[in-house]
């Protein structure tokens, strides 16, 4: 099984040494998004936040043939569990008819000063 390295030009750059997503097999696993634009520029609230990592993901999605519909798992890392209702918001205009399964946890702090990052594993059939 070779792994693919797939980036998207429509999603901001990686803050790190890492890549958008790995390809293995059937299964592409996404990297954690920050709600950074394909600028580099971070929404002010955690709404913003949330629509943005969600958009970026779609786009790392869609340049590797996947949409959301084959998401089975997402982990979302927030700053403040007291956020969880507003991210809840956000993230549910994604996933409304099979929401992925999903964990949440609390961070100390995010890269950039983020509010949230939303990481996924999808697997086309």
């Known amino acids: 099984m070779t792994n693919t390295i797939i980036n998207a030009d429509q999603a901001p750059a990686a803050v790190g040494p890492y890549s958008h997503s790995v390809l293995a097999d059937k299964t592409l696993y996404v990297s954690g998004q920050l709600g ?31 949409s959301y519909n084959d998401i089975v798992k997402t982990t979302i890392f927030v700053t403040n569990m007291g956020d969880f209702a507003t991210v809840n918001d956000s993230y549910g205009r994604y996933f409304e008819a099979t929401p992925p399964a999903r964990s949440c946890v609390q961070v100390g702090a995010l890269p950039k000063a983020g509010l949230v990052e939303i990481e996924a594993v999808a697997v086309k059939q």
């Open 36 to 66: 950074l634009n394909p600028n580099g520029d971070m929404g002010e609230t955690v709404a913003e936040q949330t629509d943005q990592a969600l958009i970026n993901l779609g786009e790392i999605l869609k340049t590797a043939g996947f």
